[in-house]
Structures are given as C-alpha cells and as structure tokens.
Nanobody
Framework: QVQLAETGGGLAQPGGSLRLSCAAS????????MAWYRQPPGKSREPVAQ???????TYEDSVKGRFTISRDYVKDILYLQMNNLQPEDTAVYYC???????WGRGTQVTVSS
C-alpha cells in the first residue's frame, strides 16, 4: 500500500525558511518520479517542483532560486527546502507520485508577519 506522509509545515515570516518532508512507503522510492504540489487558498492545486528518476529536477518559475527538491534514498524521504518565503507561498503543500496518482494528505504552510 502506497503511503505518502508530509510533515514540516507551519508558520513562517516573510524571508524565512521551512523544510518539508514526505515519508514514502509501499513502493520502491528510487524507481519513481516524485513531485511537490501546492494549493493556495481559493485556488487550484499547482505544481511546485519535480524530482524525476534521472535527477533532472525542475521548478515552477515562481519558486526557482528559492526552493530545492531533494531525496534521501536511504530513508525514502522527499524534501522541499523553501527559502526566502513570501506570503504568496501560503498554501497546503502535497507530496505526489504521478505513477498511480498517489497523494499525501498535505501540510499547511503559512507565510505571514
């Protein structure tokens, strides 16, 4: 059974940092493309960062240079390091495995002074 569990959300001030984690289980983590998505209040879910199996990570323009997606292949954890957070980054952040359409439950990130 595929399970994706996000942690690490919370309240941050503008310019601050947070690191999100997604603990993956039930599948061979290294064999699958993984991604982070987010859903801002009142808006649709949108992609944030991609971690394909070839290592060629990609980012949406709005987070380039500020966010970094990475993996721990020993612990089977997907990370999202978020720096220089801005109020427009406020959203529920989700871990996603495209193959099979598996989503985590999400973790709330709020950026406010």
């Amino acid at each position: 059974q595929v399970q994706l569990a996000e942690t690490g959300g919370g309240l941050a001030q503008p310019g601050g940092s947070l690191r999100l984690s997604c603990a993956a289980s039930g599948f061979v983590f290294s064999a699958y493309h993984m991604a982070w998505y987010r859903q801002p209040p009142g808006k649709s879910r949108e992609p944030v960062a991609q971690s394909p199996t070839d290592g060629r990570t990609t980012y949406e323009d709005s987070v380039k240079g500020r966010f970094t997606i990475s993996r721990d292949y020993v612990k089977d954890i997907l990370y999202l390091q978020m720096n220089n957070l801005q109020p427009e980054d406020t959203a529920v952040y989700y871990c996603y495995r495209p193959t099979g359409g598996d989503w985590g439950r999400g973790t709330q990130v709020t950026v406010s002074s």
